[in-house]
């Protein structure tokens, strides 16, 4: 635990001391640091509110003056069982540490004493910066996070070395806050959930679609111009097929049960691998064909907690750009894993995405010593691992390595994102198989004419497109390029007598492919424009009487006052470009 | 029963005749007649084989000659059941002839009787053409179409009032084997099964992927041309949403079992309509929205009996074009049925399928003495059929009425097509619904500000991809028009210090979006323009060193033998036209 967690922890500790004073009848259970601050969770006789926090914030800055130490003390078991004889939970906590024959220790500043492993700021009073902290929310949270457990209140805040981080972050958190793809998928109409639909399973509306429909073509057209073969499998097949790749155990728990079919288990897909080396088995390969590069959308289910789901972010069922490439030799694998990172190269220069800011590379290695988790063959590991790290070493890249993060079946490249957070998260993967291609038997004629085994690339482009479609909602603050904005054009005919040039206008802008509206409702024009804003539509065209005397329009950008005229074949050329 | 049929039915009875003359101890079961011919099931001691049937056919021209009538004669049961006692087959008709109280009648001619309902040839010798007819196929069945019953032999014949109309059969049937998608398939290379992935869940490979990609971006495209508002929502649903929509009792059958996610049930949707419903009902809309057309390439899931399963034509997922259009009011949702029919003539046209003979339209009507059946609303009805009877009659097209045919919230006009056997399917529908804006409170604002009840179509505009793309396969013969096929165009260098050329070629024709390969094989070149030929290919370009110093291409198209020597601008902009 670094200084910060150290101090973190601690400030979990004298929030729980100041609920104490406030509430003596109140049981503390656990209360860890976290990636901004701490929680601590308490089971209370009534509960508090919001308005309680700022009381409770006061007694911790009243309790620190008594902390001018943290003293850690062994305890025997009769010792710890007496001290929290009225704790159900804590009781539990060292049922636990008894049973593992571990140590007990106490953790005791001014008059609080807490069953705790420890981690702590030494000198509390003089190291913790009481300005630097403020408790943030309550949350529901069950006891060991399980359902069938008491429901707790979680009491959440935020800690930092300095006032001025503390600050910062709280800025930035407003700026999430507003970014929330969630917020501005409601706001923008983008995407919406139904209770009778269920959790996890969001609707695209028109506008969203435009978002997922144009997102998709420009990555099917791009792979297929770097010489993918996009091909369509199902999306449930029978159980023997997820056994057979051996995924099976693996995945079992994030899977949907299986449904019965004429007595046979049919499963929702998790993962598309296996159907790509059903269509690859469907006919025999030279080594001519190789490599062959299948591509999908593949549409894949996978079972989240309810807990977990968020918006379009976190889902039970998702559309993953994925591919599988089918290599002659681990040498040409290693070209081709060059190859797809070269692709997600150009995606994130699209997006406007700064490799070693905004996203980076993690080699994830195989830890040689854990057999379960890890195919025994030290060879096969060397060979890719080298080959990995090779096609890193020669790329103009960030990355860094990290042991025993492999896949089962062999090491891969992560494609680490940050977002509006600064929260680091791993988009996808590129990864090296020398596994499957033995349990599904993926081979082909060598140039004497003799049995080969593939190697495999597992891949992503863009990642889920439901994924990148939150990830750029927050990235852009639903304000997107011209390219992929839902509403590129809205025409607005400043009087009713307008409207039919306003409709030529945007005719003519159709045939170019552009998506625009005519916004010819009966609000003043000043209102029309904010909605527009709101929206955020790149351009608006303001259409009067001169307009059509002249056959021009009056552009206006989203994020801009000045106004310029232009003929409609003007703008067309200089503002409806990079339609993709 | 017409002449024809009674001819076939006698056939089979005449078949049974032949049979016991040969196999004594075979136990003739059911004999019926069929669409282009007749079948009787039989159980045999020992099995028969092909090699056996042009035995039985000469010996049903040696039995017909003592047919010179076919006698009734109405039995009792206990005659019934002695002339049957060694056919346990017959006692079991027999026993529900009996249950039901009807009649037992015989059927004799020559020295054959036979337990029948009917529908003969009064005079089998003098009627029957024994040259046209000719037994088919012998083929596995179970004793009342059930597998947990005896397995007997059925025996199939076709059968037709004249030699010539039996020919010209045989002649449509082998062309329809030569087009079938199912062959087709396989051959170019289109799609492939798993048996771990399942039955009725076909692979698209590369080549069957382009169609569909093809097919979906021309319809998505045009039906956004046409003022649809294209969405994505969820595959799958909690059963409520289905309850709610009243579908649940109808599609049970055909609906794959639910699937528990933490205590609640969802199912693979077996239609889209519910899913745009709760979409409509995420926001309030006013009349100034309508008619609001929501369109969604669906991916549907419906159970299909193993047996019935065929190709791409009868599958257990596939993808419909799919909408919902929501108006304001009959009227309203009159002109947007003529104006879904105008898209679908616009889809036919570019098909090359004709009004009147590919492909017609048919108005189903309620029959409103079925409560069960269909929603009770006289003036509904009234009103509904009415319009969509104005519809057709302001058209230039050719329909039918069919009474009792309706779906259960409304009439429905199906767009019926021929396949290549000349065999009418419905193949989509238009329909019109005013039952389910009342289940979903599906409501507007109208213009004085009031909830008013919306009126939606639903409708297709091409079907399910995947039937669609079987159907074309046939139509075609593999032989896809430019815009869609997979390959559009194979260059082939005569030798290869030509290949640079080729690829270069291949550069300037993917620049415009062309599909296009270069088959720089090692065979000779006629073998390769052949190997185009049978992929059907619609063009080859054939470069030499002539080609190479004239920038030039020698065009040979897949159906003839003559050669165009043209620049590459040439054949592009003479060629390559009508991408989509």
Redesign the interface.
């Known amino acids: 635990m670094n200084d910060l967690q150290k101090k973190r922890h601690t400030f979990a500790h004298l929030l729980a001391a100041a609920v104490l004073k406030l509430y003596p009848d109140a049981r503390p259970t656990i209360g860890p640091p976290t990636d901004n601050g701490f929680y601590y969770d308490f089971a209370f006789s009534t509960p508090i509110t919001d308005a309680d926090l700022k009381k409770i914030e006061k007694q911790m800055k009243k309790t620190i003056n008594t902390w001018e130490t943290m003293e850690v003390r062994v305890v025997s078991e009769e010792e710890a069982r007496a001290q929290f004889k009225d704790n159900k939970y804590k009781t539990e906590l060292i049922d636990g540490i008894v049973a593992a024959d571990q140590e007990i220790t106490f953790y005791t500043a001014g008059d609080f004493t807490d069953l705790c492993e420890g981690g702590h700021a030494a000198e509390p009073k003089k190291e913790l910066d009481m300005k630097a902290f403020t408790l943030a929310s309550l949350a529901g949270a069950y006891w060991r996070g399980d359902e069938n457990n008491d429901q707790l209140t979680r009491i959440y805040g935020y800690a930092f070395n300095t006032k001025e981080e503390l600050d910062a972050f709280m800025v930035m958190r407003e700026e999430a806050k507003k970014r929330d793809h969630r917020k501005l998928g409601k706001e923008l ?1 983008l995407f ?1 959930t ?1 209770d ?3 959790s996890g ?6 506008k ?2 435009v978002l ?2 144009v997102l998709e ?1 420009f990555i ?1 057209d791009e792979e297929i ?1 770097r010489g993918y ?10 159980v ?2 997820y056994e ?1 790749s051996g995924h099976y155990p693996y995945y079992k728990d994030s899977m ?2 299986p ?4 007595g ?1 288990r ?1 499963m ?1 897909r998790p993962m598309t691998c ?2 790509h080396f ?2 690859f ?3 025999p390969h030279s080594y001519r064909d190789l490599p062959l590069r ?1 591509a999908e959308i593949a ?1 894949l289910y996978r ?1 989240e ?2 807990g977990e789901l968020s918006g379009l972010m976190r889902v ?2 998702f559309n993953l750009a994925d591919a599988h490439i089918f290599c002659a030799d681990p040498e040409q694998a290693g070209s081709e894993i060059s190859s797809a990172l070269d692709l997600i190269d150009f995606v994130a220069e699209k997006f406007g995405l700064t490799m070693g800011e905004d996203y980076w590379y993690s080699l994830s290695l195989g830890d040689r010593t854990d057999d379960k988790k890890y195919f025994k063959d030290e060879a096969a590991w060397d060979t890719a691992e080298d080959i990995l790290r090779n096609v890193l070493e020669k790329r103009d890249c960030h990355y860094v390595e990290n042991e025993g993060e492999a896949a089962f079946y062999g090491p891969k490249i992560d494609i680490q994102m940050k977002n509006v957070l600064g929260k680091e998260d791993t988009a996808f993967t590129v990864q090296y198989d020398f596994v499957m291609p033995k349990r599904f038997d993926l081979k082909y004629k060598n140039a004497s004419g003799e049995d080969q085994e593939c190697v495999v690339v597992h891949r992503s482009s863009i990642g889920a497109l439901e994924r990148i479609i939150a990830f750029l909602i927050e990235r852009y603050a639903g304000a997107f390029p011209f390219w992929l904005s839902p509403v590129q054009v809205k025409i607005l005919p400043i009087t009713s007598e307008i409207d039919d040039y306003a409709f030529e206008v945007k005719k003519e802008l ?1 045939k170019v492919g552009v998506r625009v509206d005519v916004d010819n409702d009966s609000e003043t024009l000043g209102k029309r424009i904010r909605s527009a804003q709101k929206e955020k539509v790149p351009y608006m065209l303001v259409v009067g009487k001169e307009e059509v005397e002249n056959k021009t329009v009056t552009v206006r950008a989203r994020d801009n006052q000045e106004q310029i005229k232009l003929t409609i074949d003007e703008f067309i050329s200089n503002y409806c470009t990079n339609l993709i």
């Not at 399973?201 to 028109?206: C, F, Y």
């Not at 449904?259 to 004429?262: A, C, E, K, L, R």
């Open positions: 109409d919406t139904s009778v639909v269920g399973l969001p609707l695209l509306t028109e969203g679609a997922r429909r073509r099917v111009k073969k996009h091909v369509y499998t199902q999306d449930m097949a029978k023997e097929l057979k949907y049960a449904i019965d079919v004429d046979e049919f929702l296996p159907h059903e269509l088995s469907s006919k299948y549409k079972y907690q309810s039970r069922s159709e």
